[in-house]
């Protein structure tokens, strides 16, 4: 309905201006300032990157409602990775918000993120550019698994705040002999990542061949 795609016309534009904003605002400052606004990438640009985070968990309400045909699993699995190492592992610790490795994380997610919100706003409109969707279906093929060796990289470095500040970690009181080490969780939960992008590789190809292995573009 136009309701519908107006609704995700104003999602997508939102998005674009909130990652497009983050990557700019990460290239000037390079330009400006050099290796020294790595340090401090999460404290200048992390409330707009928490945001847009926060938002796109619409997505997966929109492909549970039927607004939009893409995958539930893949989408499902990219974004709580993004949640899950921006919130949990990032975000609750502080020693971990200077390091370089999170420069580098927010600079694919935007990257990949700027692109893609371009093409979906042009598609929304009617309007098909070939390269850039050749771009928006072939860039996270390299990028993609770029990103998830630099969360799984900010995870091994967050591991020894997590085992000596006890985040997350919990241990309940007797009678019981249950406890929750947190680092043990995030172990494990490196290789639910891994795993994960072996299926979401696949999909992505299937993505890109479904969309410029037809010729389907070439009739619109």
Known sequence: SFTMNMYLFVYDLMQFCGHSWIFTNMVIRFMTFGKDSLADTFYSIGLVMRLCQSLSVLEILHILIGIDKTRLLPRFLQITERIIV???VINSQEEVQGKYIVCVLFFLWNL??????????????GIYYLPLTWLNFSLCIPLYPLSVLAKAYAICVSLPYFESFGTYSIKLPFPFTFSIYFPYV?????????TGMCFIIQNIFSERKSHLGTGSIKNK
């Open 112 to 125: 990949l993120d700027v692109v893609r919100y371009t093409h979906n706003l042009l598609s929304r409109m």
């Open 86 to 88: 921006l919130f949990v």
């Open 186 to 194: 995030l172990k494990m939960y490196l290789l639910v990542l891994f």
